[in-house]
């Protein structure tokens, strides 16, 4: 069982950045899909980057591409989502998890941080 601890959250200006780290309890290198997601109230959760076991491919939603950058820290056993030109709809709460694939929809993916607040204003 992976526990995934999200930390990095807070209040920041449009135009500033931020960057979220996510704190796996193992090794997650080459086992999981790495995945960073973002619920707004009354909104499903929406995958924004991920990046493949091994740290091959990785991928951005459109509305993050070229303003988010996810990587990963092995020997830390950390994710990282740095966030430049936040823009008030970034706003929302940020969720790291982890999947055996890189899939499109939140239910698949087996493991779940608690979250951590992203707020631009």
């Known amino acids: 069982h992976v526990q995934l601890v999200e930390s990095g959250g807070g209040l920041v200006q449009p135009g500033g950045s931020l960057i979220l780290s996510c704190a796996a309890s193992?090794?997650?290198?080459?086992?999981?899909?790495m995945a960073w997601f973002r619920q707004t109230p009354g909104k499903e959760r929406e995958r924004v980057a991920f990046?493949?076991?091994?740290?091959?491919?990785?991928y951005y939603a459109d509305s993050v591409k070229g303003r988010f950058t996810i990587s990963q820290d092995n020997a830390k056993n950390t994710v990282y989502l740095q966030m430049n030109s936040l823009k008030p709809e970034d706003t929302a709460m940020y969720y790291c998890?982890?999947?055996?694939?890189?899939?499109?929809?939140?239910?698949?993916?087996?493991?779940w941080g608690q979250g951590t607040q992203v707020t631009v204003s």
């Open positions: 990046i493949y076991p091994g740290g091959g491919s990785k």
């Open positions: 998890a982890a999947g055996w694939d890189c899939y499109v929809n939140a239910r698949d993916y087996k493991f």
């Open positions: 193992e090794y997650t290198y080459s086992s999981y899909c």
